[in-house]
């Protein structure tokens, strides 16, 4: 789909995230179809990381991210300017991917328990290679903690944001936050030794 192929002007760059979202907003709701390619664009790849988070299957996240961008184009119009537009948007792909993987939530169990951990050789990794296998790391968590994970340490978003995305209470995402990164650091252990603690 050519929504995932557009380039921002320097314009477009220097503009906060809130109010570079608001204006492509304004945009798009007065018929710039350019303006969609834009937001597209900017919000695909963390979308699609939070996709992958829960499904753990790369493939069926992109066919997801496809129907969250169907979701948004269609419900644009709805959008208040209250909160950020990232808040709205994760509340649309976390809820997607969550109603995709209880469609499916059979064949996911035995795929995530027999995935094996590849043997990393520790004195050759970069930082792309640090980032790759934290990726796998947070692949292999239960779906709710890698979701919590990514919002939270990846995308630095508030308790309080994570809420409205996910819909869990304050005591389940502190409980999942804690749980999770214990098990991360279990897995990053297991790929790259424990030097990379200070990675998350």
């Given at each position: 789909?050519?929504?995932?192929?557009?380039?921002?002007?320097?314009?477009?760059?220097?503009?906060?995230?809130?109010?570079?979202?608001y204006?492509l907003?304004r945009?798009i709701?007065?018929?710039?179809?350019?303006?969609f390619?834009?937001?597209?664009?900017?919000?695909?790849?963390v979308?699609l990381?939070?996709?992958i988070?829960?499904?753990k299957?790369?493939?069926?996240?992109?066919?997801?991210?496809?129907?969250?961008?169907?979701?948004?184009?269609?419900?644009?119009?709805?959008?208040?300017?209250?909160?950020?537009?990232?808040t709205?948007l994760?509340?649309?792909?976390?809820?997607?991917?969550?109603?995709e993987l209880?469609?499916?939530?059979?064949t996911?169990?035995?795929?995530?328990?027999?995935?094996?951990?590849?043997?990393?050789d520790?004195?050759?990794?970069?930082?792309a290679?640090q980032?790759?296998?934290?990726?796998?790391?947070?692949?292999?968590?239960r779906p709710d903690?890698?979701?919590?994970?990514?919002?939270?340490?990846?995308?630095?978003?508030?308790?309080?944001?994570?809420?409205?995305?996910?819909g869990?209470?304050?005591?389940?995402i502190?409980?999942?936050?804690?749980?999770?990164?214990?098990?991360?650091?279990?897995?990053?252990?297991q790929?790259l030794?424990p030097d990379?603690?200070h990675?998350l």
């Open positions: 789909m050519d929504w995932y192929w557009h380039t921002l002007s320097e314009s477009d760059l220097k503009n906060s995230p809130v109010q570079r979202d204006e907003i945009k709701n007065d018929g710039d179809a350019s303006a390619r834009q937001l597209v664009y900017v919000h695909k790849d979308s990381s939070l996709a988070s829960i499904l299957d790369h493939n069926l996240a992109e066919d997801v991210l496809q129907d969250v961008f169907v979701k948004v184009y269609h419900k644009i119009h709805t959008f208040k300017f209250k909160s950020s537009f990232t709205w994760y509340r649309i792909v976390v809820n997607t991917s969550y109603n209880k469609k499916r939530k059979s996911f169990a035995l795929d995530e328990q027999t995935a094996e951990i590849p043997i990393v520790k004195s050759s990794i970069d930082e290679d980032k790759k296998y934290i990726n796998l790391a947070l692949e292999r968590l903690e890698s979701l919590l994970l990514r919002l939270f340490y990846l995308s630095e978003l508030k308790i309080k944001e994570i809420e409205k995305i996910t869990f209470k304050t005591s389940k502190k409980v999942d936050l804690h749980r999770g990164r214990e098990n991360m650091l279990f897995e990053l252990k790929l030794g990379l603690k990675l």
